[in-house]
């Protein structure tokens, strides 16, 4: 079974500070793609950044960054220079060969003041 | 530019009540999905459409029926509804394959079954 597995269920971090969230996952497929979506108190599903298996170069975007382990199955995210607006719900999600994304169980970022 | 659209955004039922849940998206998208999401659960998929006419069940379809008559629109039916399906519910849609285009989301769903 392809899973993904986020072991961190809540964190919580000072404005202005660095943040690294975890995520693992099990797949058998070489082909893939990895996500890293933000859910607000809004609800709203925002893809953060998204990296291509293939691709070596680990993704970026502005304050964001992933760290992509491809033999470990591992894909951290990285959130630099933490604002309040960063406070919410992120997903680490999977989308293999077929027609689905799987996502993990979330971690809760909060950013302190 | 709507992008994806659902409604209700709130609903509360009985034990036993039926219920579709509507999306619809702007944008042509082929790939439309049904998510809920549970506290400490994440997102899990319900059924997905990879085109019109086209349906398939994903990790949780038990419960819910879909069809796909049109690009634009992906309702998703509760038949007999049971405290079980409270939740908040996502349609997405994306252009093709998840692997290789973005999903867009709508703003969820949350329904309370009492």
């Known amino acids: 079974a392809q899973t993904v597995t986020q072991s961190q269920p809540e964190m919580s971090v000072q404005e202005a500070e660095t943040v690294t969230l975890s995520c693992t996952y099990d797949?058998?497929?070489?082909?893939?793609?990895l996500f890293w979506y933000k859910q607000p108190p809004s609800r709203q599903m925002i893809l953060v950044i998204r990296q291509e298996a293939y691709k070596q170069q680990n993704a970026t975007e502005n304050r964001f960054s992933v760290n992509f382990q491809k033999a470990a199955k591992s894909f951290s995210l990285k959130i630099s220079d933490s604002q309040l607006g960063d406070t919410a719900m992120y997903f680490c999600a999977f989308a293999p060969r077929d027609d689905k994304i799987i996502f993990g169980k979330g971690t809760r970022l909060h950013i302190l003041p | 530019n709507a992008g994806v659209t659902q409604t209700p955004k709130f609903q509360v039922l009985k034990t036993g009540q039926s219920m579709t849940l509507q999306c619809a998206q702007d944008?042509?998208?082929?790939?439309m999905s049904w998510y809920r999401q549970d506290p400490g659960m994440g997102l899990r998929l319900i059924h997905y459409s990879v085109g019109a006419g086209i349906t398939d069940q994903g990790e949780v379809p038990n419960g819910y029926n879909v069809s796909r008559s049109t690009t634009e629109d992906f309702p998703l039916r509760l038949l007999s509804a049971a405290p079980s399906q409270t939740s908040v519910y996502f349609c997405?849609?994306?252009?093709?394959?998840?692997?290789?285009?973005?999903?867009?989301f709508g703003q969820g769903t949350r329904l309370t079954v009492v």
């Open positions: 944008m042509n998208h082929e790939y």
């Open positions: 797949t058998s497929e070489s082909n893939y793609y």
């Open positions: 997405a849609s994306s252009l093709g394959p998840p692997m290789n285009t973005e999903a867009f």
